[in-house]
């Protein structure tokens, strides 16, 4: 026994030294021979050996690579108060209310620039907005797209949650639902889900599943992704596509990117802040690792195609590419866009060329797979 | 003219404040009742506004989100001597020799874990290496992938910039001509773009383009885009599909995570470390925004199918992202694949189930268009 743990743990410090090694076949490492054991330790950092690196404070500077209207939203000031965590449910439903009195403005230009038609109604008992651009495209009329919002599953009630609905309604020409579920702190997990579910069952007696997909952002993400999980396990028809923006995947918050990205994301900026106690809010007492919150654990075998969003400085690009490889592992046809600079979910916003760009792109792969 | 800039500066000023406003829509950001002017900055960050955000100093812990192997390579130290930069030509070609021994265990185990034969020739007075997988998969009889390897311009001559094309050939069960192309500092920019395309001259006599795919990773993904756009401008017919891995596809630096993953990267660390002196040692006299140089300035248009890979530490991921999305404005069916956790190039590291994941994904997207 003592010999096979010696065995074992050599074969340990060979895969290391190999793995070490190997990274100097990348292009770009330096020769292995500089990481002899017997060399000091080049930084502070490599003292900290396999647990973690220390990361020097820095100055980022906002990218020139982008849209001078991007360039406003990722040079501007993390959200005051993003770490103001409420205290109980009156706190929560107050940040809620505000969430959705700051967004008036903007739902009402998107409706007003794209000409939009909304009308509030309800399906399965679960108020919806029917959004109606003022041209269908052809191939869009027998088509449907269901919208799931964002918001930490706490944030932006009402037609507050509309506006990335009415977006896809307006770029691609599409019908769309947008369906606004019930949240905590007063209808924690899995309230919304049996929303989503709900009204996934009412638009399937009317339309094709061939011809509807779902789609939706940060909790809207998740919530697109356990949506897929729960028809499976119900044994409905799936839609034709799904488009899951930064989905908020894994309220363990085992990615990468929720400590990479940590500061460097002006949306969300850290997940110690709000986001996370509005996931531990939604989540209750439910084990955090159940698919349907957090649906990176959950099996992903015959999924529709699926199109990911997310932004190199997202702090749920781990989320994201997480999804999308596990997606890939069980051959869905998986295609992922990444945008250059952009925090959390940030390709939302209104009214700056890299949104239209996005919006194109999820447009265009929901044309390719719905039927017509 | 004073009004029309007064106009000018009030229609900035409304633009960026809709579009903070506007991130509140994104499913996590907070009210923007709370970004009102009048409120103070939440943090010292807010402060340097648009300019840059300063983000605090912080312990990056290895993810758990990855296989056993791959952590070993996340946790590993910077390079010792990543900023170590040759001060002369000698001192360069010592540090290309230094690579080449580095990599050479590697290079040995991976044609013994192949079992591929490896011949070394020349094609148009350039030396090459044809590498051949024991068995070829009947798909593949007639088709031939070109590599170029990275190494930053400079470093992993002759059979040790090899590797990446070897594994190629061992996972996709592909012939591979893998090309030891000339290198800074005695054969500066343009030497190893003429190399590759007198070898791609050269495969065009014996082999279809449509069967044919051009592929590398770093300065290998560089010269791989600049290969095509150079093609193009000759009138050579183009291959079928491409993949750039982690394309140094601006060497003006200008990419967002050039910044925001500097001391991230365990690979290359910063731009300010060896790579960027190589960059330039190779770019000489000429602009670094030739085309040529920095593929990002370059017109996509006629592109073949493309396939990008990257991670999510990657100093390069910028790069890789804004290559994708040019090429996808271009209307080029490019996709991309990111690995979580990874830094750049470490898609490359031997023998680590992500690696096998993205050989696969790559041979895949090959299999998919090249005809057989």
Known sequence: ??????????????????????????????????????????????????????????????????????????????????????????????????????????????????????????MAGVPVFVITPPEIAPANRDRLLLHIHGGGFVLFPGEAGAGEGMMMAGYGKFRVVSIDYRMAPDFPFPAALEDVTAVWRVLLASYEPSRMAIFGTSAGGALT????????????????????????????WAGDTVEANAYVDNSLVAHTGWVGAAATLYAGTHDLTNPELSPIFGDFTGFPPAILTSGTRDLLLSDTVRVHRKLRQAHVDARLQVFEGESHAQFLTPFVP???????????????NLSS
């Open 1 to 122: 026994m003592a010999l096979e743990q010696n065995s074992a743990s050599a074969e340990r410090d060979t895969v290391t030294r190999r793995t070490l090694l190997a990274s100097a076949l990348a292009a770009a490492a330096l020769p292995s021979a500089a990481r002899a054991e017997d060399a000091p330790p080049a930084t502070a950092s490599a003292a900290s050996g396999l647990n973690s690196r220390r990361i020097p404070a820095r100055d980022l500077p906002v990218p020139k690579t982008v849209s001078r209207e991007l360039q406003a939203v990722i040079g501007a000031p993390y959200p005051l108060g993003w770490d103001d965590i409420p205290q109980d449910a009156t706190a929560w439903k107050d940040l809620a209310f505000k969430s959705a009195a700051s967004v008036a403005n903007d739902i009402a230009a998107i409706g007003k620039h794209f000409d939009l038609q909304i009308e509030k109604t309800a």
């Open 225 to 252: 992704l356990s949506t897929i999980l729960r028809a499976k396990a119900e044994g409905l028809p799936l839609p034709a596509a799904i488009a899951p923006g930064s989905p908020c995947a894994d309220l363990t």
């Open 354 to 368: 890299e949104t239209t760009e996005a919006f194109g792109e999820i447009a265009h792969f929901f044309d390719a």
